[in-house]
């Protein structure tokens, strides 16, 4: 038989970080206006930490609360900077509508 199979309650949940609150706050106070809400180097470490806010702001989660009656919603553009350099652009705003 593969696998294992043991009966024991699961660990507690580890508490969520709310590291984003003061961000999402913010939006909330002007709902359907788009902010630019970080801006990272086009490198592997700013494209994964430009994800990561992207994907708390439009998941729900990092501080970003699931409100009833609105969303978050969120984008990223990867725009040249002026000087040969790129920079990834995270924006979000809150949509009270959806």
């Known amino acids: 038989m593969p696998g294992i199979l043991r009966w024991e309650d699961p660990a507690p949940r580890t508490p969520a970080s709310d590291e984003y609150a003061p961000l999402a706050a913010e939006l909330m106070k002007n709902p359907g206006k788009w ?3 970080a801006e990272h180097p086009d490198t592997q470490e700013g494209r994964r930490a430009a994800s990561r806010l992207f994907n708390a702001a439009k998941h729900g989660y990092l501080g970003f609360p699931r409100v009833g009656g609105g969303t978050f ?4 553009r ?6 040969g350099t ?9 949509d009270p509508a959806t």
């Open 35 to 37: 902010a630019v809400i």
């Open 73 to 76: 919603k969120a984008t990223t």
């Open 78 to 83: 990867t725009v040249n900077n002026g000087d």
């Open 86 to 94: 790129r920079v990834i652009t995270v924006h979000a705003m809150f």
